[in-house]
C-alpha cells in the first residue's frame, strides 16, 4: 500500500492537470468571440489564408515577370523606334544634302520669278529701237515705229527654218528607230520561227523513231502472243480429248457403285465418286425430319404459352402497382391533411404563446448584472 500511494498521488495530479489544460483551451476556444461567432475552423481559414497568400505571392512573381518582359518589349520597342527615327534622320539629311548640291533653285525654271536679286539683274525699260521687250503695254513702243520689222521677219523665217530642219531631222531620227527596231524584231522572230521549226522537226523524229520502235516491238509480241495461242489451244485441245476420252472409260459416267467404297470400310464412301443414297436411307432420312419438324413446332408451342403467362403476369403486376400507387396516393392526402390540421393549432397556440410572452413574461428587462454572471466559467 505504502508503494501505490504515492503513484496514485502522481496519476492524480497528472490527470488534474490534463484538466485543467483541457479546461483552459475550452475557455479560449469559448471565450474567444471571433470563434463563437463564426462557427467554423479557424485553423482550417488559416491554412485557407496561407494558400492564398501564396497564390498571390506567385500571381505576384508572375506578374512581375510579364512586368519585367514587357519593360523589356518596351525598351527593344524605343530602340528599333530610335533606329528608325535615327534612320530617317539620315534619309532626311541625305535628300537635304542632294538637293542642295544638285537641285539648287537658280536652276529651276521658274526661279527668275521669285529671284530676289531680281531688281538687280534687271535692265531698263527700253535699251534701243529693237528691244523685243518693248511691248505695247509698256508704253515705249508705238505702232508706226517697227524700225527694225527685216531684221525681225529675217530672224523669224531663220527661226521657223531651223524649227522645221528640228522637226524634220528628229522625225528622220524616230523613222531610223523605228526602222531598226522593226528589223531587229524581224531578225529575232525569223531566228525563233527557225528555231521552233528545227525543235518541231527534231520532235517529229523522235516521234517517228518512238512510232516505229513501238510498232514493231508491238508486230513481234503479237507474232509471239498469236505463236503461243496457237500452242496452247492445241494442248488445250490435246488434253480435252484425253480428258473426254477417260472419262468415258472410267467409273464415274459408267455409276459404277462400287468406286464409292472407302479403304476406311464399307460404311463410309468417297465423296467424289458417290452417286447418290439408296431409297431407304432416303426415308430415314425423311422421318429424322419430320421428326425435328414436329419437335420444333412444340418448342415453339410452350414459347408462345410461357410468354402468354409472363404477359398475363406483367399486366397483374402493373394493375396491382396502379392500386398501391392510388392508395398510397389517398393516404398522403390525408396525412397532408391531418398535418395541416395540427400545423393550423400548433401555429395557433405559437401565437397565443407569444402573446402571453411579450405581455405577461418579457415584462421586466434585465440589468447588467443578469449578464456579468455569466461566462465566467466555460461549463
Same mark, same amino acid.
Given at each position: 500500500m505504502?508503494?501505490?500511494?504515492?503513484?496514485?498521488?502522481?496519476?492524480?495530479?497528472?490527470?488534474?492537470?490534463?484538466?485543467? #489544460?483541457?479546461?483552459?483551451?475550452?475557455q479560449k476556444?469559448?471565450?474567444?468571440?471571433?470563434?463563437?461567432t /463564426?462557427? /467554423?475552423?479557424?485553423?482550417?481559414?488559416d491554412a485557407?489564408?496561407?494558400d492564398?497568400?501564396?497564390?498571390?505571392?506567385?500571381? =505576384?512573381?508572375?506578374?512581375?515577370e510579364?512586368?519585367?518582359?514587357?519593360?523589356q @518589349?518596351?525598351?527593344?520597342?524605343?530602340?528599333?523606334?530610335?533606329r528608325?527615327?535615327n534612320? /530617317?534622320?539620315n /534619309?532626311?539629311?541625305?535628300?537635304?544634302?542632294?538637293?542642295?548640291? !544638285?537641285?539648287?533653285p537658280e536652276?529651276?525654271?521658274?526661279?527668275?520669278?521669285?529671284d530676289?536679286?531680281?531688281l538687280k =539683274?534687271?535692265?531698263?525699260?527700253?535699251?534701243?529701237?529693237?528691244?523685243?521687250?518693248?511691248t505695247?503695254?509698256?508704253?515705249?513702243k !508705238?505702232?508706226?515705229?517697227?524700225?527694225?520689222?527685216?531684221?525681225?521677219?529675217? !530672224?523669224?523665217?531663220? &527661226?521657223?527654218?531651223?524649227? %522645221?530642219?528640228q522637226?524634220?531631222?528628229?522625225?528622220?531620227?524616230?523613222?531610223?528607230?523605228? =526602222?531598226?527596231?522593226?528589223?531587229?524584231?524581224?531578225?529575232?522572230?525569223?531566228?525563233?520561227?527557225?528555231?521552233?521549226?528545227?525543235q518541231q522537226?527534231?520532235?517529229?523524229?523522235n516521234?517517228?523513231?518512238?512510232?516505229?520502235? *513501238?510498232?514493231?516491238?508491238?508486230?513481234?509480241?503479237?507474232?509471239e502472243l498469236?505463236?503461243?495461242?496457237?500452242?496452247?489451244?492445241? #494442248?488445250?485441245?490435246?488434253?480435252?480429248?484425253?480428258?473426254?476420252?477417260?472419262?468415258l472409260?472410267?467409273?464415274?459416267?459408267?455409276?459404277?457403285?462400287?468406286?464409292?467404297?472407302?479403304?476406311?470400310?464399307?460404311?463410309?464412301?468417297?465423296?467424289?465418286?458417290?452417286k447418290g443414297?439408296? #431409297?431407304?436411307?432416303?426415308m430415314?432420312i425423311r422421318?429424322?425430319? #419430320?421428326e425435328?419438324?414436329?419437335?420444333?413446332?412444340?418448342?415453339?408451342?410452350?414459347?408462345r404459352?410461357?410468354?402468354?403467362?409472363?404477359?398475363?403476369q *406483367?399486366?397483374?403486376?402493373?394493375?396491382?402497382h396502379?392500386?398501391?400507387?392510388r392508395?398510397?396516393?389517398?393516404?398522403?392526402?390525408?396525412r397532408?391533411?391531418?398535418?395541416?390540421?395540427? @400545423?393550423?393549432e400548433l %401555429?395557433?397556440?405559437?401565437?397565443?404563446?407569444?402573446?402571453?410572452?411579450?405581455?405577461?413574461?418579457?415584462?421586466?428587462?434585465?440589468?447588467? &448584472?443578469?449578464y456579468?454572471? !455569466?461566462?465566467?466559467?466555460?461549463?
Amino acid at each position: 500500500m505504502s508503494r501505490l500511494g504515492p503513484q496514485r498521488d502522481l496519476q492524480e495530479a497528472a490527470a488534474l492537470e490534463r484538466r485543467r #489544460q483541457q479546461e483552459l483551451q475550452r475557455q479560449k476556444r469559448i471565450f474567444n468571440a471571433r470563434v463563437r461567432t /463564426i462557427g /467554423i475552423d479557424k485553423d482550417a481559414l488559416d491554412a485557407q489564408v496561407k494558400d492564398r497568400k501564396i497564390q498571390e505571392a506567385a500571381e =505576384k512573381a508572375r506578374n512581375e515577370e510579364l512586368a519585367n518582359e514587357m519593360k523589356q @518589349n518596351d525598351k527593344i520597342m524605343c530602340m528599333l523606334e530610335e533606329r528608325q527615327k535615327n534612320d /530617317i534622320r539620315n /534619309i532626311n539629311k541625305a535628300i537635304s544634302e542632294f538637293q542642295k548640291n !544638285f537641285q539648287k533653285p537658280e536652276t529651276r525654271r521658274e526661279f527668275d520669278l521669285s529671284d530676289p536679286q531680281a531688281l538687280k =539683274k534687271d535692265r531698263p525699260a527700253r535699251l534701243s529701237d529693237n528691244d523685243p521687250r518693248c511691248t505695247v503695254s509698256g508704253l515705249q513702243k !508705238f505702232m508706226g515705229e517697227d524700225l527694225n520689222y527685216h531684221q525681225r521677219v529675217k !530672224f523669224q523665217k531663220e &527661226q521657223l527654218r531651223e524649227w %522645221s530642219l528640228q522637226q524634220q531631222r528628229d522625225l528622220k531620227n524616230a523613222l531610223a528607230d523605228q =526602222k531598226y527596231t522593226d528589223d531587229l524584231h524581224d531578225k529575232d522572230r525569223i531566228v525563233l520561227d527557225q528555231k521552233t521549226m528545227e525543235q518541231q522537226r527534231k520532235e517529229e523524229e523522235n516521234r517517228r523513231a518512238v512510232c516505229a520502235a *513501238t510498232k514493231d516491238f508491238n508486230r513481234s509480241q503479237a507474232a509471239e502472243l498469236a505463236e503461243r495461242k496457237k500452242l496452247e489451244k492445241n #494442248q488445250k485441245m490435246k488434253d480435252d480429248m484425253d480428258e473426254i476420252s477417260s472419262l468415258l472409260r472410267g467409273d464415274l459416267l459408267s455409276e459404277n457403285p462400287e468406286q464409292a467404297v472407302s479403304s476406311f470400310g464399307r460404311h463410309r464412301v468417297v465423296t467424289d465418286r458417290w452417286k447418290g443414297m439408296s #431409297q431407304d436411307q432416303l426415308m430415314a432420312i425423311r422421318y429424322s425430319q #419430320q421428326e425435328q419438324v414436329l419437335e420444333k413446332q412444340r418448342i415453339k408451342e410452350e414459347e408462345r404459352r410461357r410468354n402468354a403467362e409472363w404477359d398475363r403476369q *406483367t399486366i397483374q403486376a402493373a394493375r396491382a402497382h396502379l392500386l398501391l400507387e392510388r392508395h398510397q396516393r389517398r393516404q398522403n392526402r390525408e396525412r397532408r391533411r391531418a398535418l395541416d390540421d395540427v @400545423n393550423a393549432e400548433l %401555429s395557433h397556440e405559437q401565437k397565443s404563446k407569444n402573446i402571453h410572452l411579450r405581455e405577461e413574461e418579457y415584462s421586466n428587462f434585465p440589468t447588467g &448584472q443578469y449578464y456579468a454572471q !455569466f461566462n465566467t466559467t466555460s461549463r
